[in-house]
């Protein structure tokens, strides 16, 4: 099978696309484990100064492979290795992201995104909930912004994804045009000092995937073996609503 994560490197700069487009970058067991050996090759190479994560299609990521989900202490590894990085990893959007892809954005580092993307907390009409992405959001996250969209599971744009503490900046036009001082600045810093000052910036979200990551796994897997995850989520494939929906 192809991988699912390919990589290329210019100017200091490794970028890692995710490139599953026909299941719109979803979470399956194998996007995630090629996912975090790319990481773990970037986090070895001297040349690499930063990492871009990107993505081929329409969407960045849709969240969990529904019909072959990653497991949650994958994931969650995922998210660890990510936020532990010592180099920086910069988040390029100009798709969608919903549910599990929200949770990878917490971990980036630093995360723009284009006019076109939009953004959902999609689990609750799923009969599912935010619980492992909840470690790497609430920590960034306008705490009254968190509860109503993973709530409601409302699609918002990059303004207010930007607004809440989603992103750290949209673009009017050009992601990369906007993207550009961002990656000279981290060109420019040394390597050492990066890795000491990620460590700072990153504290809170690795506290909280310290603390909570293996009883959010444990919530994780038992809501998606639940009666109404099954319901939601054939709701979702047979393209009705679900059996709770007034």
Not at 95 to 115: E, K, M, Y
Not at 118 to 136: K, M, N, Q, R, W
Not at 237 to 246: G, I, K, P, Y
Request: charged residues 20%.
């Amino acid at each position: 099978m192809p991988p699912r994560v390919t990589a290329g490197q210019a100017n200091a700069v490794t970028t890692l696309t995710l490139d599953a487009p026909a299941t719109r970058n979803a979470l399956s067991a194998q996007l995630v484990a090629d996912l975090r050996t790319a990481l773990a090759e970037a986090a070895a190479d001297p040349d690499t100064r930063a990492v871009v994560l990107t993505h081929t299609g329409n969407t960045f990521c849709a969240g969990a492979d529904l019909k072959s989900p990653c497991d949650p202490a994958d994931f969650l590894a995922l998210l660890r290795e990510t936020t532990e990085l010592p180099k920086p990893v910069v988040a390029r959007v100009t798709g969608h992201v919903r549910a599990g892809g929200l949770g990878l954005l917490g971990a980036c580092d630093i995360t723009a995104a284009g006019p076109q993307s939009s953004y959902a907390f999609t689990e609750t009409h799923l009969g599912l909930a935010p619980a492992v992405i909840s470690a790497t959001l609430l920590p960034r996250l306008d705490p009254r912004a968190a509860a109503r969209y993973f709530l409601t599971a409302e699609t918002f744009g990059p303004a207010e994804a930007a607004r809440i503490g989603l992103l750290t900046l949209h673009a009017e036009d050009d992601v990369d045009t906007a993207l550009a001082p961002v990656l000279d600045g981290l060109r420019r810093a040394a390597p050492q000092a990066l890795a000491t000052t990620k460590a700072l910036a990153t504290a809170a979200v690795r506290e909280s995937l310290d603390r909570d990551g293996a009883r959010l796994t444990e919530l994780s897997a038992a809501v998606f073996a639940s009666a109404e995850a099954r319901e939601g989520i054939t709701a979702r494939f047979e393209r009705r609503d679900a059996a709770w929906v007034r």
